[in-house]
């Protein structure tokens, strides 16, 4: 598989400014991942994608950086009691199997049609995801805080829960009891996708809420585990076809590992549905970030005809657009975190007085 090397692939050159933005994009990506359980990969990929890291290099070397920091935040959340330690290891091995084939899709994309190619892959694949499960849970998350009451196990979860197809797993921590033939799709999907996006939440967290009827804290604190399982065994594929840029990794991971230990002590302080609100925003904020770098990747192919100076233009304004996303995502859970704290030390300041 050497011609999908550096060859086909050029890595990018780091500059001072370049190595600052990926620290940043790694520590609100870290924040983003403690918070709601996914990778925080729907933030790194785009954004390294924004500073001219092809799609496939910015997937590869988002899911090395993922083990570590998945790892750690998982640890941290197991401490918190919110980590059902079965249901993870049982959504990572199909996810494993999904993994594995999602990178032959991906390598025979960029086989075939270069790396515009693959770049127009992973961004309309982005797109799709992020418009539809943002959409989705912006709703549910709307319709939560509007109602004030406590989140109720999604009635696609009541009905699958209520059949008996043996083998049936009783899930302790996530206080749920299911057939393992209604986690294996759940787990392969979000394989799949995380080989091509590098973003594998997006399916795991509502897929283990509404269709398994697991909490949003079980979920978003369990997908971590999830996420080392695959990226552990993903970063050995992609190394293998020398596709992880070892440079981003380490940038990304060091401002990662900061944030996630934040974005996990905040969910001790936030109610259900804000962790919800949160995953919407940014998923709904990156989505059109993305919409804007497809024009650029279709000219490359030669399906479309555009003028090089709209297509700078929109580059910019996918860039800047990204960064109000990581901007945005950063204060509503840094916000949370000093509301919650503040309102959890206000008896304790009370009794004091």
């Known amino acids: 598989m050497h011609n999908l090397g550096q060859d086909a692939i050029q890595f990018i050159d780091l500059n001072a400014l370049n190595i600052t933005f990926l620290f940043l994009v790694g520590f609100v990506g870290g924040l983003v991942s403690g918070f709601i359980g ?9 954004a390294m994608m924004s500073m001219g890291v092809a799609g496939t290099v910015a997937v590869a070397s988002n899911m090395c950086h993922k083990f570590p920091k998945a790892m750690v935040g998982a640890y941290k959340r197991f401490k918190y009691g919110q980590v059902d330690i079965k249901l993870g290891l049982i959504i990572a091995a199909s996810a494993g199997i ?13 086989e075939t049609w270069g790396e515009a190619g693959s770049n127009l892959y992973v961004s309309v694949s982005f797109v799709a ?10 709703r549910d998350a709307l319709a939560l805080s509007k109602s004030g009451e406590e989140p109720k196990v999604a009635s696609v ?35 799949m996708l995380a080989a091509t996006i590098a973003v594998g939440g997006f399916i795991g967290v509502p897929g283990m809420i509404y269709v398994l009827g697991a909490s949003s804290i079980v979920a978003s604190a369990t997908e971590l585990v999830v996420a080392f399982a695959m990226g552990l065994g993903g970063s050995i594929n992609w190394a293998m076809h020398g596709m992880v ?3 981003l990794t380490l940038i990304i991971l060091a401002g990662s590992l900061l944030g996630v230990q934040l974005g996990a002590i905040g969910t ?39 003028d090089s100076r709209i297509i700078s233009y929109l580059d910019s304004a996918s860039f800047i657009i990204m960064c109000l996303a990581l901007a945005t995502g950063a204060i509503i859970i840094l916000g949370s975190m000093w509301q919650g704290s503040r309102a959890a030390a206000a008896p304790l300041v009370a009794e004091s007085a």
């Not at 996914?38 to 785009?46: K, R």
């Open 129 to 138: 995801v992020l418009a539809i499960v943002g959409g989705y849970v912006l």
């Open 38 to 46: 996914s990778g925080g990969a729907f933030v790194l990929t785009p």
């Open 98 to 110: 999904g993994v594995q084939i999602g990178i032959k899709i991906q390598n025979l994309i960029l």
């Open 268 to 306: 001790t302080y936030v109610k259900e549905h804000m962790i919800k609100l949160v995953m919407a925003t940014i998923m709904l904020i990156v989505a059109v970030s993305r919409i804007l770098a497809i024009p650029k990747y279709l000219t490359k192919l030669g399906l479309i005809t555009m």
């Open 245 to 247: 840029d070892i440079r």
């Open 157 to 191: 979860a009541r009905k699958l829960q209520s059949i008996h197809l043996p083998p049936m797993i009783h899930f302790k921590k996530a206080n749920l009891k299911i057939s393992l033939w209604f986690t294996i799709p759940i787990g392969f999907a979000t394989g």
